[in-house]
């Protein structure tokens, strides 16, 4: 197992890359934890497989170095990093059986075979297909064929880091929920260094320590489950992590006020003099609809989702939205917004700032 260190990196897919745009990945440094499990959470094209690609050795940094523990592994084949790496489609041997599918790399790796029946009877019982061992590969459905590649992918402990992208792509819901608790109880027992790429926040948030989340090349932000929702770095991390996102508002800011379209709203922090694209960031369910209090909204729709209502209203001409109590009565008097303090993010072109005690 091994700590991971990015120094410097970045890759453009150019021979001769001239702006950053040409870049898709840009400048990256980072340090992956020995042991902890990460998510790297990001919409399609961002760079998410780019980056696994470079930390496994398929691709070939255009610039920067990559550690494993102390040792620069930049140069090294994909074999010598010692790494598994599960991928969105299957890879398996058609011609051979599940069982040999699963021992294949411990075989390769010259385990003995009293080791390599035991450990392939584990992984077919976590990836459910004991009942399977002695079918061919070839003829099994795609969701089977993944469901190996997985076993695969997990079936050597002394891997220095397990890398999964996007592997639950072609898995059947309620199987997803099943392979993805699997690998969770997998981090739990042997304490590898995972990197689970996905675009689903849920798959993110449930799977992870820590998610990282990419956007358009760039890491925009490293947190917990909660700090991601509590202060999202970038507007992009508010509105993508959230169901629904975070409102952002334009506004201006004097102190530890905000002034969105002549209003008021205080604020729990004060700033300073702030350049550029000003926003304010609040989580819909930090937004409060009353009938006496805070700035003017227009209800257009209550959507009952179950736990919560979700209130899709016009605000100042654009879209916000609120959430609501299962229970709350939604009054027509109620064409009020309150926004709570404490949970109000200043942006500053995209980015947030943080302020100081008011
Ligand atoms: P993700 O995995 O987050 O969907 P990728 O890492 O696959 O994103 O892609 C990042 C960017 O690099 C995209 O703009 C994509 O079109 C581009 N890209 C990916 N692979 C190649 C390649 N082999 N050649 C050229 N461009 C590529
Ligand atoms: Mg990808």
Redesign the pocket.
């Known amino acids: 197992m091994a700590k991971i260190t990015l120094d410097n990196l970045a890759h453009s ?1 150019l021979a001769n890359p001239t702006s950053e745009d040409d870049y ?1 990945l840009k400048e990256l440094n980072h340090v992956w934890n020995d042991g902890e499990a990460y998510a790297l959470l ?1 919409a ?7 980056l696994l690609n470079i930390i496994s050795g398929l691709l070939k940094p255009s610039r920067g170095r990559i550690l494993f523990n102390d040792q620069d592994v930049t140069d090294a084949a994909t074999a010598e990093r010692n790494i598994a790496q599960v991928f969105q489609f299957p890879v398996v041997y058609d011609t051979m059986t599940v069982r040999d599918n699963l021992a294949f790399p411990l075989r390769n790796r010259g385990r003995d075979e009293a080791y390599v029946a035991e450990r392939v009877q584990e992984i077919a019982r976590m990836i459910g297909m004991e009942a399977e061992l002695d079918r061919k590969a070839r003829g099994l459905t795609a969701d089977a064929k993944q469901k190996i590649s997985l076993g695969r992918g997990m079936v050597r402990k002394e891997v220095n880091a397990l890398l999964f992208d996007e592997p639950l792509t072609v898995i059947d819901p309620h199987m997803k929920w099943e392979l993805r608790t699997q690998l969770k109880s997998l981090h739990h027992e042997f304490g590898h260094t995972m990197i689970y790429v996905t675009h689903d926040q849920t798959e993110a948030l449930t799977f992870a320590d820590k998610v990282v989340v990419m956007y358009d090349g760039r890491v925009v932000q490293i947190g917990t489950p909660q700090e991601l929702f509590e202060t999202p770095a970038h507007t992009f991390v508010g509105y993508f992590i959230g169901s629904p996102g975070m409102n952002v508002i334009p506004a201006t800011i004097e102190g530890n006020v905000a002034n969105v379209n002549g209003s008021r709203v205080p604020l729990s922090q004060a700033f300073g003099k702030l350049d550029g694209k000003v926003e304010i960031g609040v989580r819909p369910e930090y937004a409060t609809l009353s009938a006496s209090e805070g700035l003017p909204v227009k209800v257009r729709r209550v959507e009952d989702v179950g736990r919560h209502k979700i209130i899709r209203a016009e605000f100042f001409g654009n879209d916000i939205n609120i959430i609501a109590d299962e229970g709350a009565a939604i009054g027509a008097d109620m064409n009020r917004v309150v926004f709570d303090p404490a949970h109000i993010n200043v942006y500053a072109n995209d980015w947030r700032v943080e302020g100081e005690a008011a």
Request: a positive charge; proline letters at 0%; one cysteine or more.
């Open positions: 897919y898709a990001g399609s094209g961002c760079g998410k497989s780019t």
